[in-house]
């Protein structure tokens, strides 16, 4: 009687588990399910395994990313440049800015100014030396950057594509008055 009344505690304690899509996740809700059936608890793996809804919104977003730019050339360590910008920026259509694969540059721009800790040293030293001689400018205006460093793309993280992308956009010199 005791051993009837455990398993009925149990199969009402025994709930719905998150996880990632690991193969070894799956592996383990079905060795659960194998052992609490030999002791005659109802459990149903699949109806039990909940995705991690970050997990699953990291994976889509990497798909949508690996669709838009080329992995290979923004993961080799060789340069990567693209197909040169058009003579008048304000003229590049979306297709011209996708067809210059910017998240592939983006990621080779951040690889090589986060390098060393001395060209990193060198960009927050760009940046405070173009504000305090107005080297930066937009529309004849002074434009002063805040000093902060660019931002690498993780690809654990689903919205650091994003982050990398606004950073750079963030930092990028609209036009240079002057340079020493």
Request: hydrophobic share 40%; net charge negative; proline share 3%.
């Given at each position: 009687m005791l051993?009837?009344?455990?398993?009925?505690?149990?199969?009402?304690?025994?709930?719905?588990f998150t996880m990632d899509n690991a193969a070894a996740n799956l592996t383990m809700m079905q060795e659960l399910e194998r052992r609490l059936?030999?002791?005659?608890?109802?459990?149903?793996?699949t109806?039990?395994?909940?995705?991690?809804?970050?997990h699953v919104?990291?994976?889509?977003?990497?798909?949508?990313?690996?669709?838009?730019?080329?992995?290979?050339?923004?993961?080799?360590?060789?340069?990567?440049?693209?197909?040169?910008?058009?003579?008048l920026p304000d003229q590049q259509t979306y297709e011209d800015a996708i067809a210059r694969d910017p998240v592939a540059l983006g990621?080779?721009?951040?690889?090589?100014?986060?390098?060393?800790?001395?060209?990193?040293?060198?960009?927050?030293?760009?940046?405070?030396?173009?504000?305090?001689?107005?080297?930066?400018v937009v529309n004849n205006e002074p434009l002063q950057l805040r000093t902060v460093q660019l931002l690498r793309d993780v690809r654990t993280r689903w919205d650091s594509v994003y982050y990398m992308l606004n950073r750079l956009r963030e930092l990028r010199l609209v036009r240079c008055s002057r340079l020493p």
């Open positions: 051993l009837g009344m455990s398993t009925l505690l149990i199969s009402f304690k025994a709930g719905h059936k030999e002791r005659d608890i109802d459990f149903d793996a109806d039990r395994q909940i995705m991690c809804y970050g919104v990291n994976l889509s977003s990497g798909r949508v990313v690996e669709g838009v730019t080329n992995l290979a050339a923004a993961d080799r360590d060789e340069d990567f440049s693209g197909a040169p910008p058009p003579e990621r080779n721009v951040v690889r090589a100014i986060r390098a060393s800790g001395k060209l990193r040293d060198a960009f927050d030293e760009l940046i405070v030396k173009g504000n305090s001689g107005e080297w930066f």
